[in-house]
């Protein structure tokens, strides 16, 4: 029992990873904190059952929807944050946090209030046996999909010519400005990045958890909990912080289910005792 609620845990924790690396990668490369990402997970998971009800294929809705997501955060950057650059870290927080609700009731208008049914994929359905029991097949591939995507992420980044020139733009732009290179053309790319995996992380909660309006509320703050145990700005951080965040959630239901929600905030206390900065975070990036 005590090994099915760590894969469970696991499982839960990739879709923190996700959420919480899209944080960060926008927060790493731009200094801006996204209050709006809940909101962009919560659009993710309802385009994501609407483009599959559609297309009957999840494989296309699963392509289809971090596009339009991503698009919606270019749109953003370029219109809305852009402006705020230079102007100190409140000012996109805030601009976020408003457009998060302006987000929460276009989708109550365009889907309803009562939200959308969504049902697990077809080809994905059933249980697999792991030797000390049979743990979902979904569950498994969320845990595989994460991998994927964070590994992309991480080759793009760290092994690119264009991944370059995004870790040289972010820590001293003057210099890139001077070789030429558009940097707000960077900036605005990385916010797309970030937003689409907000989209992408939606698509694949929302067949284990119900979809409504409200969701991505929730899952922002504990994406933040996993932003700051990890370190602010740091992807690897934000991946092992997630699924740590995920075990002790998940074992916490299993031995004291009233105190699982409250046990990730306590993870964070402690972590934040210990180390201030999170586990993988540099002290004075929010200066």
């Known amino acids: 029992m005590l090994a099915l609620q760590l894969v469970t845990g696991i499982a839960l924790g990739a879709i923190y990873a996700l959420l919480a690396v899209g944080l960060s990668l926008i927060f790493g490369m731009l200094t801006v904190v996204n209050f709006a990402h809940g909101a962009l997970f919560m659009l993710g998971a309802f385009l994501g059952v609407y483009f599959y009800g559609l297309t009957g294929s999840f494989v296309v809705s699963l392509v289809i929807t971090p596009l339009v997501v991503g698009c919606m955060g270019l749109v953003t950057e370029r219109f809305l944050v852009r402006p705020l650059y230079g102007r100190g870290i409140d000012y996109p927080l805030l601009l976020t946090f408003g457009l998060s609700y302006v987000i929460i009731e276009g989708v109550r208008i365009v889907?309803?209030?009562?939200?959308?049914a969504?049902?697990?994929?077809?080809?994905?359905?059933?249980?697999?046996?792991l030797g000390f029991g049979h743990f979902p097949l979904y569950r498994l591939f969320l845990i595989f999909a994460t991998a994927v995507v964070v590994g992309a992420l991480w080759l793009f980044i760290e092994k690119t010519r264009y991944g370059?020139?995004?870790?040289?733009g972010s820590r001293d732009p003057e210099i890139v400005r001077?070789?030429?290179?558009?940097?707000?053309?960077?900036?605005?790319m990385v916010f797309g990045i970030g937003t689409a995996i907000a989209g992408i992380s939606g698509v694949l909660a929302a067949p284990t958890r119900a979809v409504n309006a409200e969701m991505g509320i929730t899952v922002l703050a504990e994406s933040f909990v996993v932003t700051v145990v990890g370190g602010m700005g740091s992807l690897p951080g934000?991946?092992?912080?997630?699924?740590?965040?995920?075990?002790v959630f998940s074992l916490t239901s299993l031995l004291a289910p009233d105190?699982?929600?409250?046990?990730?905030?306590?993870?964070?206390?402690?972590?934040?005792?210990?180390?201030?900065?999170?586990?993988f975070g540099k002290a004075g990036l929010m200066s």
């Not at 969504?118 to 046996?129: F, Y």
């Not at 001077?178 to 605005?188: K, T």
């Not at 990730?264 to 999170?278: K, T």
């Open 118 to 129: 969504s049902s697990t994929p077809a080809a994905l359905r059933g249980a697999v046996d």
């Open 259 to 279: 105190l699982a929600e409250l046990s990730i905030f306590v993870l964070m206390a402690l972590v934040l005792l210990v180390r201030p900065q999170g586990l």
């Open 164 to 168: 370059l020139i995004i870790r040289a």
């Open 238 to 247: 934000a991946v092992v912080a997630g699924l740590l965040v995920g075990v």
């Open 178 to 188: 001077v070789l030429g290179i558009d940097v707000a053309r960077v900036w605005w």
């Open 111 to 116: 889907f309803g209030i009562e939200g959308m």
